[in-house]
């Protein structure tokens, strides 16, 4: 695998290619109207400033940009003084969101090594003179430490800033390495990040198990990035993900949640899935769902990549989806089999069981992704409405159809259907018929059915 210097080792400085104007097709008018807004204003304030990353790298792979971020050699609290409407957020990286009604533009001062300086100081662009890069000066934020790792090389803190050269050594893929400048609608490229878009391939930029230890989230980046843009991932690259995915675990269950919702609600769901398990991610995302994939044609397996399948076409049609399905499939199993254990071992009610064991599972897994409730409590509600749609005697089955959340519990139900088959298969097919016809025919179709419920015992009179 070829890597852009060594940057992570020994500081330096990585010199960009000039791409003018009539070599690409970036232009200011691809960038969202608030996006520019901020750049032109940064610069009319006498600062460098610059989009980057992978509004860039869509626009160039032939897609359309959506995400916008800014970079400059602006201190945040300089970018404050500059926008009424910013506030500063972040102390693991100090970071300006600017916001516009619902858009909010995130700005960020270029990062800067970690080895030019005490890990107390902070390395912090002085007022631009001329519009040259700038000399550092140093300030302290929070509790005086700026920059910190952990003994496996990870960074605590990162808030050392310094040139564009050094912001762009400090990127983790050559391709999100450039930055557009909106002045003349040049791209400058500091390591060859147009020769990695043009022949599809991930190249880290400085050696990859450095890059790793100092935030691990950038193999689950590498495979997103693999998976969405249709990249090829280098084999001595797809190996060193392998080696160092333990090092996930050291990751927040907080950050994890954004991360893997980016993961796997990005469109391409199934093939991340499919790498996920290849590169031993699965296991340190999804410890209780790894456990039991024995093999890609358990039912386990076939379940997930259904779910993924599904999940792929409605965001590829526009349709609306949401974290909790997602994960409500890759823990169901799980729930299951943990349900099972308590009614056996102590033969607990099986709506008594799923709620214990829901609570059990979902707390398991935020130990290593935090699930927000507002989706682990539709989880929750998606698995108690399988047992309800067993029960379809009375008028407790007609309600259910006015559920909030019996389309998802339905869909859910289909999904299991479609790898179990067998009196599941018969009893979704029921719930689609129903929901088709007449509410005369609802009721009739109720009554139909046999009843099943247990003969309740008279009553003993007691004796005198």
Not at 100 to 111: D, K, L, M, P
Not at 112 to 133: L, R, V
Not at 213 to 232: G, S, T
Not at 407 to 426: H, I, M, Q, W
Request: proline fraction near 6%.
């Amino acid at each position: 695998m070829s890597q852009i210097g060594d940057a992570a080792i020994t500081p330096q400085k990585l010199f960009p290619e000039l791409i003018p104007r009539e070599a690409h097709n970036m232009r200011n008018s691809d960038l969202s109207p608030n996006t520019l807004k901020v750049l032109q204003h940064l610069i009319t304030k006498g600062y460098k400033a610059y989009a980057v990353g992978g509004c860039i790298r869509d626009k160039l792979m032939g897609s359309k940009p959506k995400d916008f971020d800014v970079v400059t050699n602006a201190t945040p609290d300089q970018i404050k003084e500059c926008f009424r409407n910013c506030r500063l957020i972040g102390r693991r990286f100090r970071l300006a969101h600017i916001t516009f009604g619902r858009e909010i533009i995130e700005v960020a001062t270029f990062r800067g090594h970690h080895d030019a300086e005490p890990a107390t100081q902070a390395s912090t662009p002085e007022e631009p003179t001329n519009n040259k890069p700038n000399p550092r000066s140093k300030r302290k934020i929070d509790d005086g430490v700026l920059a910190k790792k952990n003994e496996a090389g990870q960074l605590l803190r990162d808030n050392i800033f310094g040139s564009i050269e050094e912001d762009a050594a400090r990127r983790d893929f050559t391709f999100n390495a450039m930055y557009f400048d909106v002045s003349d609608e040049s791209i400058l490229d500091f390591a060859k990040g147009l020769d990695s878009i043009s022949s599809r391939t991930i190249v880290m930029i400085g050696d990859s198990a450095i890059r790793f230890r100092e935030d691990p989230v950038r193999m689950i980046r590498a495979i997103r990035f693999a998976c969405k843009l249709n990249m090829r991932l280098p084999d001595v690259l797809s190996l060193s993900i392998q080696k160092h995915a333990y090092l996930l675990a050291n990751i927040p269950p907080a950050r994890l949640f954004e991360e893997v919702s980016k993961l796997l609600l990005s469109g391409t769901g199934e093939a991340t899935f499919v790498s996920l398990l290849k590169h031993n991610l699965l296991s340190q995302l999804f410890p209780l769902l790894a456990a039991l994939l024995k093999d890609d044609s358990s039912k386990e397996y076939q379940f997930i990549c259904n779910m993924l399948r599904n999940t792929d076409k409605r965001i590829n049609n526009d349709q609306r989806i949401t974290p909790a399905f997602l994960y409500a499939a890759f823990l169901w199993y799980p729930m299951e089999e943990r349900a099972q254990e308590l009614m056996f071992d102590s033969t607990m009610p099986l709506h008594d069981a799923i709620n214990l064991a829901s609570a059990e599972i979902l707390q398991q897994q935020s130990r290593r992704i935090m699930i927000p409730k507002r989706f682990s409590t539709p989880v929750r509600e998606i698995w108690a409405l399988q047992l309800r749609l067993q029960r379809r005697q009375g008028k407790r089955c007609l309600q259910l159809l006015t559920h909030p959340k019996f389309r998802a519990a339905y869909d859910f139900l289909l999904l299991r259907a479609s790898v179990e088959g067998g009196n599941l298969l018969e009893l979704a097919n029921w719930w689609t018929n129903i929901q088709e016809v007449s509410s005369n025919q609802q009721t009739k179709m109720v009554n139909e059915l046999p009843n099943k419920s247990p003969r309740k015992r008279p009553k003993r009179k007691p004796k005198k």
